[in-house]
């Protein structure tokens, strides 16, 4: 993707953009490129924890938009893998500070300061708070789960986005299940992609693995096991986001000897 | 009873579907209960100058490449 500022966003809340933003944010970061994850979603604030650093948030986005300090003692610097930045979210009910002028100043500021990227987790909905984080954005990743109301809400978002003329969008195919796409019970990627109409970067697999990855604050794509399918699947996107062609992978059955004693005698 | 013949229809292909329709009305900023009104205020028009009583008048929105049209069908009685 050209975008250096993109949002992450998806309409409807709870498929993952956090997640998403951390693990892609983390994954960014080990390839090497200075990266910034922005979380806007003022009042409910979540990538602080998601990525294990709610211990360091000092000054917030709302501080720097008031003045209450400079951007850079705002950013906090993750001790894993030290291209990697966080500015958390304010946690108070108060959105007054927010506007589409200081966030654009703010992520203009931070690619003049050398950040290679910026990735604005944008808050659930299509009222303000998701404008506030598309305005400074020219890219974005729609986060989808391959069910109805994702999809819809997803369509929105693409329809909003479009308007504010963001053309590099592309869609996060989030929490499929391979056992149910091929039982016919759940849509498949090219499904929804037909529907929706954007480009694919990326598909992740449901994996009880996230939310373990989650509950102790360390993001899946920095962990090193290969058989994190999710979090192989976000340092894919971080790759593709850097223009690499990346195979996708089949998610299908696991294979082995036992997995293929399991299904000879009717076991998943 | 085709359903027990023929076995389940994918609930995927259900849903995408719905999908598909819903999607449409929403990007044309139409609701479905107002394309029922457009519906019979059409058919009162057109029995004004067709020999048909509209009964078998089809309107719906579609998507046909990048544009949502509006669709309406009549089949026009012979003699």
């Given at each position: 993707m050209n975008a250096k500022a993109i949002v992450v966003t998806s309409g409807k809340g709870g498929v993952g953009k956090t997640t998403t933003t951390a693990n892609v944010g983390a994954a960014l970061a080990r390839l090497g490129e200075k990266v910034c994850v922005i979380d806007t979603d003022v009042g409910l604030r979540n990538l602080d924890v998601v990525m294990g650093l709610e211990g360091r948030v000092v000054y917030d986005l709302i501080d720097v938009f008031e003045g209450r300090c400079k951007l850079r003692q705002a950013i906090i610097r993750d001790k894993r893998v030290d291209t990697l930045h966080l500015l958390a979210a304010s946690q108070t009910r108060d959105k007054s500070a927010l506007s589409e002028a200081r966030m654009k100043d703010a992520v203009q500021a931070l690619l003049e300061e050398g950040f290679d990227r910026v990735l604005i987790d944008s808050p659930a909905g299509i009222e303000s708070g998701f404008q506030t984080a598309a305005s400074?954005?020219?890219?974005?990743?729609?986060?989808?789960?391959?069910?109805?109301?994702?999809?819809?809400?997803?369509?929105?978002?693409?329809?909003?986005?479009?308007?504010?003329?963001?053309?590099?969008?592309?869609?996060?195919?989030?929490?499929?299940?391979?056992?149910?796409?091929?039982?016919?019970?759940?849509?498949?990627?090219?499904?929804?992609?037909?529907?929706?109409?954007?480009?694919?970067?990326?598909?992740?697999?449901?994996?009880?693995?996230?939310?373990?990855?989650?509950?102790?604050?360390?993001?899946?794509?920095l962990e090193e096991s290969p058989k994190l399918a999710a979090g192989a699947a976000f340092r894919d996107i971080a790759q593709r986001i850097r223009g690499e062609e990346v195979p996708y992978p089949s998610f299908d059955q696991p294979t082995g000897f036992m997995a293929a004693l399991r299904r000879f005698f009717g076991g998943n | 009873m085709f359903q027990s013949l023929f076995g389940r229809r994918k609930s995927k292909d259900q849903l995408k579907d719905r999908l598909k329709l819903?999607?449409?009305?929403?990007?044309?900023?139409?609701?479905?209960?107002?394309?029922?009104?457009?519906?019979?205020?059409?058919?009162?028009?057109?029995?004004?100058?067709?020999?048909?009583?509209?009964?078998?008048?089809?309107?719906?929105v579609e998507q046909q490449g990048e544009r949502v049209v509006l669709v309406a069908n009549l089949p026009v009685q012979r003699g």
């Amino acid at each position: 993707m050209n975008a250096k500022a993109i949002v992450v966003t998806s309409g409807k809340g709870g498929v993952g953009k956090t997640t998403t933003t951390a693990n892609v944010g983390a994954a960014l970061a080990r390839l090497g490129e200075k990266v910034c994850v922005i979380d806007t979603d003022v009042g409910l604030r979540n990538l602080d924890v998601v990525m294990g650093l709610e211990g360091r948030v000092v000054y917030d986005l709302i501080d720097v938009f008031e003045g209450r300090c400079k951007l850079r003692q705002a950013i906090i610097r993750d001790k894993r893998v030290d291209t990697l930045h966080l500015l958390a979210a304010s946690q108070t009910r108060d959105k007054s500070a927010l506007s589409e002028a200081r966030m654009k100043d703010a992520v203009q500021a931070l690619l003049e300061e050398g950040f290679d990227r910026v990735l604005i987790d944008s808050p659930a909905g299509i009222e303000s708070g998701f404008q506030t984080a598309a305005s400074a954005a020219q890219g974005a990743l729609v986060v989808v789960n391959p069910e109805v109301s994702s999809v819809r809400d997803a369509d929105r978002i693409i329809g909003l986005l479009e308007a504010r003329e963001i053309t590099e969008v592309r869609l996060i195919v989030n929490r499929l299940r391979p056992e149910m796409v091929k039982r016919g019970d759940m849509l498949e990627v090219n499904d929804v992609l037909e529907i929706l109409g954007v480009k694919l970067i990326g598909i992740v697999p449901e994996d009880e693995r996230i939310l373990i990855s989650t509950n102790i604050g360390n993001p899946a794509s920095l962990e090193e096991s290969p058989k994190l399918a999710a979090g192989a699947a976000f340092r894919d996107i971080a790759q593709r986001i850097r223009g690499e062609e990346v195979p996708y992978p089949s998610f299908d059955q696991p294979t082995g000897f036992m997995a293929a004693l399991r299904r000879f005698f009717g076991g998943n | 009873m085709f359903q027990s013949l023929f076995g389940r229809r994918k609930s995927k292909d259900q849903l995408k579907d719905r999908l598909k329709l819903v999607l449409s009305y929403d990007r044309a900023k139409l609701s479905p209960g107002n394309m029922d009104a457009l519906k019979r205020e059409l058919m009162t028009v057109i029995k004004k100058y067709f020999p048909s009583d509209g009964s078998d008048l089809d309107v719906k929105v579609e998507q046909q490449g990048e544009r949502v049209v509006l669709v309406a069908n009549l089949p026009v009685q012979r003699g």
